[in-house]
Structure formats: structure tokens, C-alpha cells
Nanobody, 121 residues
Framework: QVQLVESGGGLVQAGGSLRLSCAAS????????MGWFRQAPGKERRFVAG????????YYADSVKGRFTISRDNAKNTVYLQMNSLKSEDTAIYYC??????WGTGSFRSWGQGTQVTVSL
């Protein structure tokens, strides 16, 4: 099982940017599809973005299309989420997840501990 550690969360004003990172260890990172999810207070965890094992295919929730970009560096065993034009509704705990099938969508089996993103008005 792959271990995942997120970083890069914090407090930012609306309209600002943040870049989240997720470092993986324990397995061959390039075998895994990767995803970012988020959970706002009182709400269910939801898919934000995904990327396949090679980085050639990416997927986004409608709410973040055009603002967020997912990418990966297989040499560094890291996946990133660049978040631009942040809105207050983006406030949530963001989780990194790994899919052993290599796809950027579907069943994610390993999860990080999460990093808090707070967007102030």
C-alpha cells in the first residue's frame, strides 16, 4: 500500500492561489492513478481532480474546471494541485488518494491525512 502525505494548505484570500503537494512512498508511484478530493464542514467528501499514471489524462469536477490544475512528477513521487482564483466555497480539507488501477478516476484505495485550505472573503 502506498503512503501519502499532503502539504501546502493554508489560509488565502479569495482570488488567491495555493499549490498542494502530495508525496508518495512505499510502492511504485508511477503504477498509480492519483486524485484530489475535498470535504467541507458538514458535507461529504467529493472528487476534485484526477490524473492517470502517466499524467497524460486528467479529470476535473465541474466546480474547479479552469481554475485548478492537477499534475504529477513521477521522478519525485509527487502529485500537485495548483489552485487559482480561489473562492470561499473551496474551503475544505483536501485529501490526496491513490488508485492502484492507474486510472485517474474510479476506486481510490489509499488516502492521505488531509490538508486544510481556508479561503477568506
Amino acid at each position: 500500500q502506498v503512503q501519502l502525505v499532503e502539504s501546502g494548505g493554508g489560509l488565502v484570500q479569495a482570488g488567491g492561489s495555493l499549490r498542494l503537494s502530495c508525496a508518495a512512498s512505499g510502492r511504485t508511484f508511477s503504477d498509480y492513478g492519483m486524485g484530489w478530493f475535498r470535504q467541507a464542514p458538514g458535507k461529504e467528501r467529493r472528487f476534485v481532480a484526477g490524473i492517470n499514471w502517466s499524467g497524460r489524462s486528467t479529470y476535473y469536477a465541474d466546480s474547479v474546471k479552469g481554475r485548478f490544475t492537477i499534475s504529477r512528477d513521477n521522478a519525485k513521487n509527487t502529485v500537485y494541485l495548483q489552485m487559482n482564483s480561489l473562492k470561499s466555497e473551496d474551503t475544505a480539507i483536501y485529501y490526496c488518494a491513490a488508485n492502484p488501477t492507474g486510472w485517474g478516476t474510479g476506486s481510490f484505495r489509499s488516502w492521505g491525512q488531509g490538508t486544510q485550505v481556508t479561503v477568506s472573503l
